[in-house]
């Protein structure tokens, strides 16, 4: 897949509770839509390179989710649910239909929650190397839940590292387990710490079976367990894939483009 040469637009979109969201669109309107939302502590500038590797015929929205990037609000709400109202405000915005929304990590559970309460706006969902965690993802009991929050108050960039840590294979540079550390432990707060909370307080089961758009989950092998795979192979479509660590799009520009390319063919009808 060659480079294009696509020309990208910033944009913005204001909310209520003092909230905007901005966004990058580029492509053309009549082509396939692709919503692109980065993970926790992270922006939308993970997903440049990846842009310039996908199909010129598609429309590519990269959004900042609030207190992300550019993206500023004053709001007290975190929940998975409210960051997919940041993402719907733009396709709305933008008029988008059909819309192929992928999510990284913290997105990709943003992205079920878009499909869940915006079924008419969504034809598919994507996870990038998400849902599969069984420590984070599924509803934990509230000692489990009280403990996580804990330890993220508690230490914060402690609980980060091993955040970068979990989520690099072995033999993963360090110097770019760091640079991952430097700028998540960096997350403007307390939007930070609230939107893990809302992350881990999200309950993923009940999600998922409210969510009608159908659902692939693009996971580095090294780090999905065969339990997730049990668990999960009935409600997602699991394909796993060997393109680095946890923060595969950024490593992997050109080979994550060609998987989302290749995801129109994967809808069932």
Known sequence: MTTSGRTKRNLEVQRSDHTTIRYT???PAGGPTLALIHGWACDRSDFDAVTDHLPENYRVLAIDLAEHGESRSTRDVWTIEEFARDVAAVLQAESA???IVAGHSHGGAVAVEVGRLFPDLVSQVVALD??????????LDEQQTEAMVHMFGADFAGAVRGLVEGGSPAGTDQALQDAYFEKMVAVRQPAGLRAIEGLIRWDMDAALRE???PITVFAIRDLVSQEAIDRYADRLDIVLIDLGSHHFPVEAPEGTAKLLASVRTRVRL
């Open 130 to 139: 998400a849902l599969h965690y069984l420590s984070l993802f599924p509803a």
């Open 25 to 27: 669109a580029s492509g």
């Open 211 to 213: 969510t009608k758009p």
């Open 97 to 99: 239909n059909a819309v």
